[in-house]
């Protein structure tokens, strides 16, 4: 795995530019937390450009089955609204998937909180409805993705307590613009800690994207694999984690709903 250290002082290499924009913010609002179970209730993906413009494109999906009271408890989306107001999820997940692909092929970086949530849920969705999944529209691996989740797991692993993005905006002192999980003031919020992520340590900004991306990787599988360790010395019996990032290629093409 790629250290910190190993990634050089800022000095030791050229600015690339890639942290002055564009940069692509992606999240999603779901029916719950098992990427191959759940579904998509709302989505946003924001392109922030180099000059600050921020472009904003919001989803509201009817996800085709109730929405758990503890869901909508955290992101305020009753199943009554989502039948009422969501988009067939087809239509929606294409143009997702569409706009997000666009962009990474053009060499815009992905910036999303916990990456390998969203980005595996999104796949296995596309593949639940017959649409190609987004590896099979790049025909690659999505890359680069930034996850702030995973820089902070990484550059600052000995700070204690909950690494949720409230969490983060409370440390970076990022008040944001509205209410967290709602998935466009979430997204807004994950570009504001890396912004910030980015002057707490501003190596990252002098080192290459590929070499940022594989970084993270290694420092997933890494944390996964500490994370495994203890659950399987724990009595609990909680099953492991995937050590695969930025998503967990879990996507199964499956016929129905």
């Not at 997940?93 to 569409?98: N, S, V």
Request: hydrophobic share 40%; charged share 25%; net charge negative.
């Amino acid at each position: 795995m790629t250290t910190y250290a190993e990634l050089g002082a800022p000095q030791a290499a050229p600015d690339p530019g890639w942290s002055r924009g564009p940069l692509l913010g992606f999240d999603t609002e779901t029916t719950g937390l098992d990427v191959e179970a759940d579904r998509i209730v709302s989505a946003a993906l924001v392109l922030r450009g180099p000059d600050g413009s921020r472009s904003v494109r919001t989803w509201l999906l009817d996800p085709g089955v109730e929405i758990p009271a503890e869901a909508t408890a955290i992101h305020g989306i009753t199943t009554a609204e989502a039948r009422a107001h969501g988009r067939d999820p087809v239509g929606a997940l294409e143009e997702i998937a569409a706009i997000l692909v666009h962009h990474v092929r053009d060499g815009v970086p992905l910036v999303a909180y916990n990456a390998s949530f969203d980005l595996s849920l999104l796949d296995v969705e596309l593949a639940r409805h017959g649409l190609p999944t987004l590896p099979e529209r790049l025909g690659r691996p999505v890359a680069p993705v930034l996850d702030p989740l995973v820089l902070d797991r990484w550059l600052d692993r000995a700070r204690e307590g909950k690494r949720r993005l409230g969490d983060l905006c409370a440390l970076y002192g990022i008040e944001g613009d509205g209410e967290l999980h709602r998935a466009d003031v979430d997204v807004l919020a994950t570009l504001d800690v890396l912004d910030a992520q980015l002057v707490a340590h501003p190596r990252l900004r002098s080192t290459a994207l590929d070499a940022l991306h594989a970084a993270q990787a290694g420092a997933h599988r890494a944390w996964a694999e500490r994370v495994n360790a203890e659950r399987a010395a724990s009595p609990e019996g909680r099953p492991p984690t995937s050590t695969a990032w930025p998503a967990t290629g879990h996507a199964v093409r499956a016929t129905g709903s």
